[in-house]
């Protein structure tokens, strides 16, 4: 039997019944059940924004590095990434409701206890639990709507559940910077407790135990495995590249094990009776464009985006708050421009829209890239309100793409691969970008800081002034005179933004690229299936 046919009849995910049997009072209840997964999932959603604002005083307080800072995302983003499809799995086996609530406990425990950390090491353990129980919410709460709502009705149920994602994305900077600048960071994620205890009353409460026809039998553990080591050692050489340098051969070693890793999945997905991903799915050449856009888009918007809020708060010397503020010409472009997006691909179909939108976010990151200590907040927000609108289309139509090329059976399976491409494309970025920042700066400090006739620093002290740079931060030591102070600000600032130049510039170029990946996408046989889940 081939690894298809068993898929066929293993993966799929059961529609829900065309009319459900009305709900006798609140269990099961449809617009009830929205509520208390909206709940639940706005937790995951908030928690992307809120971290980021949160970055910088974490920085400051545990005294991190930057690739720790970048260990803080990178590892929520992997978590995720390798455990989406999986978690879907659990869901069809053991039941939508048991999984989600699952989620839900973890998800508030594991930020409860980052609030309680006091080490970086600690607090990048419990992000990696928060991607893992976060991975357990979302499918389970999309299989939850499927399996409640009538099917005339959901569309709409999953675009108002799609809103307060959006609406709790453009809300985190605020909620954020708030937070930490009138509480502390670990207040950042304390506040997923009462709203995790708020979702978990109302889903024992509401939700209604749904089990999936032809649940799957076996998990494949190896595929996991291998998916997890080629992705940790692919980041891991990236993150580390800049202190071990490019030609060292424990960062090829790195490398050749990620590639190593990823040749042996493929080859066991073939093999295995029930694959974390069908190969045969990648046989669509518009469902392959679809998964490589997501990854790109990625790359580029959550790559760009680490830089921001220490470009903010570093060298424009913003509050939290205030940095966040200055963010929501991103978010609340995505807000607008999501359902116009949708209105055009239903009209004009995905091509157009997605290589137009990819075209808005390739000249928003090169914009990004004139950006400087003088810049203005209105030239800012130009730059982030034109970024919105770019991602927005892309946000919208790569479920219609991806899902809607699969077959209607494996339509499940696909959903999870567009979010596990998301998150790959995030962790990508982070890395990608960072590594590109944080080359830059170590090989433009040391002569800006001869330019700049400031003493001479050992090669310790260089390696030091170095990771403060690149969080824009001045390397300046207790005691030091008004006018040393200045200087070093100076070329510590200018140095950051010759990297956070380059790392958009590098942004840019991968929108480039998605823009052509883009034009061959088209618009599937199960699109309209799929386009229910276009939000998620």
């Known amino acids: ?39 639940g999932v706005m937790m995951v959603a908030l928690d992307g924004t809120i971290v980021a604002i949160a970055n910088p005083a974490i920085q400051k307080d545990l005294g991190a590095s930057f690739a720790d800072v970048q260990w803080i995302t990178n590892g929520y983003f992997l978590a995720l990434a390798v455990t989406l499809i999986t978690a879907g799995k659990l869901g069809d086996r053991f039941g939508h409701r048991q999984t989600f609530l699952i989620g839900v406990v973890g998800f508030a425990a594991a930020s409860g206890a980052i609030g309680l950390s006091d080490s970086i090491a600690f607090v990048v353990m419990f992000r990696v639990f928060q991607g893992l129980f976060g991975a357990l919410l979302m499918p389970a709460a999309l299989g939850l709507l499927r399996a409640t709502f009538p099917a005339e009705k959901l569309n709409m149920a999953i675009g108002i559940w799609g809103m307060v994602i959006g609406a709790s994305t453009a809300g985190g900077p605020i909620l954020g910077g708030l937070l930490v600048q009138h509480v502390s960071w670990q207040s950042v994620f304390f506040i997923n407790v009462p709203v995790g205890v708020i979702a978990l009353v109302l889903g024992l409460v509401i939700l209604l135990d749904h089990r999936a026809q032809n649940a799957p039998r076996s998990f494949d553990v190896a595929g996991i495995a291998l998916l997890s080591g080629a992705m940790f050692c692919l980041v891991w050489a990236l993150i580390k590249a800049p202190t071990w340098g490019w030609g060292d051969g424990l960062t090829w070693t790195f490398i050749a094990a990620s590639v190593l890793c990823f040749v042996l999945f493929a080859i066991w997905e073939t093999r295995v009776a029930e694959p974390l991903i069908p190969l045969g799915l990648f046989r669509s050449v518009p469902l392959s464009a679809g998964v490589v856009l997501m990854v790109l888009m990625a790359i580029a918007f959550m790559g760009g985006l680490f830089f921001v809020t220490f470009y903010l708060q570093n060298v424009h010397g913003m509050s939290p708050v205030k940095s966040g503020l200055h963010l929501l010409p991103l978010t609340g472009m995505m807000i607008v421009g999501s359902p116009l997006a949708g209105a055009m691909i239903t009209k004009v179909g995905p091509r157009i829209p997605l290589a137009g939108g990819m075209a808005l976010t390739a000249i928003a990151m090169y914009g990004m890239s004139t950006l400087d200590a003088e810049t203005g907040s209105g030239i800012m927000s130009v730059w982030f309100a034109l970024l919105g609108l770019g991602l927005a289309p892309v946000m919208v139509g790569a479920t219609e793409v991806i899902v809607g090329n699969a077959p209607m059976e494996l339509s499940g399976v696909a959903g999870g691969l567009q979010q596990a491409a998301m998150q790959i494309g995030g962790s990508l970025g982070t890395a990608v970008l960072g590594a590109v920042m944080a080359s830059k700066v170590d090989s433009d400090l040391a002569g800006n800081w001869a330019d700049a006739k400031l003493p001479e620093l050992s090669a310790g002290q260089l390696d030091q002034a170095s990771e ?15 006018g040393l102070v200045e200087k070093i600000t100076g070329v510590a600032h200018d140095t950051f933004i010759s990297g956070m130049s380059l790392a958009c510039l590098v942004a840019s170029g991968v929108a480039v690229v998605a823009v052509f990946v883009a034009l061959l996408t088209k618009r599937g046989a199960n699109a309209e299936a799929g386009a229910g889940a276009a939000h998620i």
């Open 468 to 482: 403060a740079v690149q969080v824009g931060a001045a390397p300046v030591a207790p005691g030091t005179s008004a």
């Open 1 to 39: 039997m081939t690894s298809q046919t068993t898929v066929d009849k293993t993966d799929r995910v059961p529609e829900p019944d065309p009319v459900p049997a009305p709900a006798k009072g609140l269990r099961g209840h449809p617009w009830l059940t929205l509520f208390s997964v909206a709940i």
